[in-house]
């Protein structure tokens, strides 16, 4: 029988229920049980792919091709745990699909109703995870309880031990405990206002994991058990990390998450497996070099936009026993100040992906100095294409060569819409979407990290390398190192007299683990590494 565990959040939003949901799934892993994460979303978009990343942070892109919300980076990077699109509903998606039902005459003629027909399909999308498969699942609830919007998922997730039984189910509560300075003590009440709005809805949490900035000590604990119904030794604290993120799991298991949860249910398990993430941390912690990457994109300072990159970056730099330190700058800022006053001083460059023609000529003057400076470079998806523009420019003398996505008329498209996205209308789940085999070509940079010619990687993207200006740009002295199996779109490029100058159409930063840093990442972090050794070299000579 596979046991649900539920994560909830309450008092303030961004208490961090994506990380704490990925390393109760982490603990659970290594104790060899099966996992599968999802998360419900409560807001009414049908995806979270045409959401501004402004709002909402980076849309994380799955094998799949489904786009969803940036808690799952944190599942995939925590846990093996697969995920699809059954990994990740909304409201909108909810009720689209409860409508569509009602619009075929599936409800009969019935009343459709918020109970039982929605909280029916969000308690279906809960349970198709459950299969003989599958020991636990964990569904985290976006939201603050409280909020008219989670209600519907909220009451579904009451219900659903009623048919699963309650005994093969866990409510995790995530609260915070905030510290007041002018009294000098934490502050229990929020917690019991939090639990108690749970209680009202009809859900006992079982356990209470606490965010806090100073330590809970017994008698705030017991405070909190008492008020809050729960044991004692459930009401767990999170104090909050300025070091890493990886030492989450390391601090719930120190307080007995995962022996709570299996107790719980019954479960006999072996012993936590914990070596590599304790290896993991020694690493962060005891590094061999510093090196500082400048990351230049639109929304450089919004550092949710681009989450999987930097979480990516530390990834490098934990393969290469290497403290990145990442600088965000803003294209636009390069556009008025230049790149050599801006990136200077730097041991890498990467520019990520994006949309849309702010701050592009600032990404192509960037990937320049990078190009002439010979400065590692890693470009991704529109930092690939504004690679390959500054290429055709500035070496191949196609002047004014540029995307159609920007320049209609351009005399030299050398980026242009896929040829199957002519007829696309709608804006959500539409580009070239999720893994894509590709293939490498020998004794390029990327066949050398990726130690393979055959890859699969995950795109999200509508426009690509125009092949029409293959053989030119080639001739020019650009590497096509990767292209499709089919051969007929362009994947990545590289320069062959450059230590490190390798841009894709993908998104590597998508499937890059603490555990196994994606070679690219710890590509650029091993060049600038270098890099780095050979300025300090010549500025001590
Ligand atoms: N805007 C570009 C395209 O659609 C790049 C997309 C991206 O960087 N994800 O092709």
Redesign the pocket.
Known sequence: MTKHVFVTGGVVSSLGKGLTSASIGMLLEARGLRVRMQKLDPYINVDPGTMSPYQHGEVYVLDDGSETDLDLGHYERFTATHLTRQCNYTTGQIYLSVINKERRGEFLGKTVQVIPHITNEIKDVVTQLANADTDVVITEIGGTVGDIESLPFLEAIRQIPLEVGRENCIFIHLTLVPYLKAAGELKTKPTQHSVGLLRQIGIQPDILVCRTERGLDVSDREKIALFCNVPLESVIEERDKDFSIYEVPLSLQSNRIDEIILRRFGLQAPPAALDEWHDILHRLRNPEHEVSIALVGKYAEHRDAYKSIYEALDHGGIACRTQVRVQPIKSEDIEREGAERLLAGFDGLLV????GERGIEGKVEAIRFARERRLPFLG????M?CAVIDFARNVAGLEAAH?T?FARNTPHPV?CLMDEQHSVVDKGGT?RLGAQPAVLAEGTKAAAAYGSTRISERH?????FNSKYRAALEEAGLVIAGTNPAGTLVEIVELADHPWFVAVQF?PEFKSKPTAAHPLFAGLVAAAVERHAGSAWVAES
Request: hydrophobic residues 25%; neutral net charge.
């Open positions: 990520p992906g994006g949309f991704i998806c529109l930092g294409q995307s996505e980026i580009m999200r993207h509508r426009y690509e998104h």
